[in-house]
């Protein structure tokens, strides 16, 4: 075979193993973005960190990129049905967003098209969806939605501001899965000589039967994560843990803007916008095989002085010193 055919081979090799975003964009073809989100209560500003987080890296919508949307709108079950029609869309990346749900809907909708996940899953490695946090190995990347750790630095908290706690319940999202004590955690109640008993919910319908059994187990404090559910539902939780009078820490600062007493988490924002970088790389050639996941690093502490203050607790200044916000 002479230089030149080889040559010509191998360009020709080349371009069909090119991804497809870069090709459509050589031939002059808009990429194509799906947004798959739950959108509960307070998420609609969330993801508009995603979409400035794009025009901030150059993807102007209607101009340089396509983007569809696809909104549940709270009803989970919706999710499977818009997760298909974004895969016959031949979308060029999905953002699975806002919960278990979407994340789970965009990979049994494709296995080819890279998914970019955000506030969607604890624990991918745990739950099969990669293999590695340096090399995920398949069609998913993205952002992790907390480190294993984190409930044990909010038990820590709470026990802070309740000294005489000796008995934690944990609000748990049914839904989301099984429960399971995270080791991290366990060795923390240990520490600190702190029981830790779960609570599951299926639907809101199932939130004051659960208060009823946390109370009737004499726990002295709640801490729950920040499932879709959750959110929608955060006045009806507050109003709940108002009623039997319990503090509790939580991940996401709108419950405590909506009453609960602590908040520590990492920033939504910021994971929107850094799932924005992600789509970027994608659209610009990166397989998701290849792009790491990032953990969070960066976490905030809210603390509602006005709850405090009904139910008789007084923030230590050793917390109140670390709080990013108190609200009065």
């Given at each position: 075979?002479?230089?030149?055919?080889?040559?010509?081979?191998?360009?020709?090799?080349?371009?069909?193993?090119?991804?497809?975003?870069?090709?459509?964009?050589?031939?002059?073809?808009?990429?194509?973005?799906?947004?798959?989100?739950?959108?509960?209560?307070?998420?609609?500003?969330?993801?508009?960190?995603?979409?400035?987080?794009?025009?901030?890296?150059?993807?102007?919508?209607?101009?340089?990129?396509?983007?569809?949307?696809?909104?549940?709108?709270?009803?989970?079950?919706?999710?499977?049905?818009?997760?298909?029609?974004?895969?016959?869309?031949?979308?060029?990346?999905?953002?699975?967003?806002?919960?278990?749900?979407?994340?789970?809907?965009?990979?049994?909708?494709?296995?080819?098209?890279?998914?970019?996940?955000?506030?969607?899953?604890?624990?991918?490695?745990?739950?099969?969806?990669?293999?590695?946090?340096?090399?995920?190995?398949?069609?998913?990347?993205?952002?992790?939605?907390?480190?294993?750790?984190?409930?044990?630095?909010?038990?820590?908290?709470?026990?802070?501001?309740?000294?005489?706690l000796s008995r934690v319940g944990v609000l748990w999202d049914a839904t989301a899965g099984p429960f399971r004590l995270q080791k991290e955690?366990?060795?923390?109640?240990?520490?600190?000589?702190?029981?830790?008993?779960?609570?599951?919910?299926?639907?809101?319908?199932g939130l004051d039967g659960a208060f009823g059994a946390a109370a009737k187990a004499r726990v002295g404090g709640l801490i729950f994560g920040g499932s879709p559910m959750f959110v929608r539902n955060r006045?009806?939780?507050?109003?709940?843990?108002?009623?039997?009078?319990?503090?509790?820490?939580?991940?996401?600062?709108?419950?405590?803007?909506?009453?609960?007493?602590?908040?520590?988490?990492?920033?939504?924002?910021?994971?929107?916008?850094?799932?924005?970088?992600?789509?970027?790389?994608?659209?610009?050639?990166?397989?998701?095989?290849?792009?790491?996941?990032?953990?969070?690093?960066?976490?905030?502490?809210?603390?509602?002085?006005?709850?405090?203050?009904?139910?008789?607790?007084?923030?230590?200044?050793?917390?109140?010193?670390?709080?990013?916000?108190?609200?009065?």
């Amino acid at each position: 075979m002479t230089t030149r055919r080889k040559f010509l081979g191998s360009l020709a090799g080349g371009l069909l193993a090119a991804p497809r975003t870069v090709q459509a964009q050589q031939s002059g073809k808009k990429p194509r973005i799906g947004v798959l989100n739950v959108v509960g209560g307070g998420a609609r500003s969330t993801i508009d960190s995603f979409f400035q987080g794009l025009r901030d890296l150059g993807w102007d919508e209607g101009q340089n990129v396509v983007i569809e949307r696809r909104n549940a709108e709270g009803h989970e079950e919706r999710l499977p049905g818009l997760a298909a029609e974004l895969v016959n869309l031949k979308v060029d990346v999905i953002l699975a967003a806002g919960g278990p749900a979407s994340l789970k809907a965009a990979r049994d909708a494709t296995k080819t098209v890279p998914i970019v996940m955000v506030a969607s899953s604890r624990d991918p490695i745990g739950t099969g969806l990669i293999k590695s946090y340096a090399h995920p190995g398949g069609n998913i990347t993205g952002i992790v939605t907390a480190p294993e750790e984190l409930t044990g630095k909010q038990l820590e908290f709470l026990r802070a501001v309740a000294p005489g706690l000796s008995r934690v319940g944990v609000l748990w999202d049914a839904t989301a899965g099984p429960f399971r004590l995270q080791k991290e955690t366990a060795e923390v109640a240990r520490s600190l000589g702190v029981e830790v008993l779960p609570f599951e919910v299926l639907d809101p319908a199932g939130l004051d039967g659960a208060f009823g059994a946390a109370a009737k187990a004499r726990v002295g404090g709640l801490i729950f994560g920040g499932s879709p559910m959750f959110v929608r539902n955060r006045k009806q939780i507050a109003d709940l843990l108002m009623k039997h009078r319990l503090p509790a820490i939580t991940v996401w600062r709108t419950f405590a803007e909506a009453g609960v007493l602590m908040a520590y988490g990492p920033s939504l924002q910021e994971q929107f916008r850094r799932a924005a970088v992600y789509v970027d790389k994608i659209l610009k050639g990166a397989k998701p095989a290849d792009l790491p996941v990032e953990r969070p690093t960066k976490f905030e502490l809210v603390i509602n002085l006005k709850t405090a203050k009904t139910l008789g607790l007084t923030i230590p200044p050793s917390v109140l010193g670390r709080a990013d916000e108190v609200i009065q």
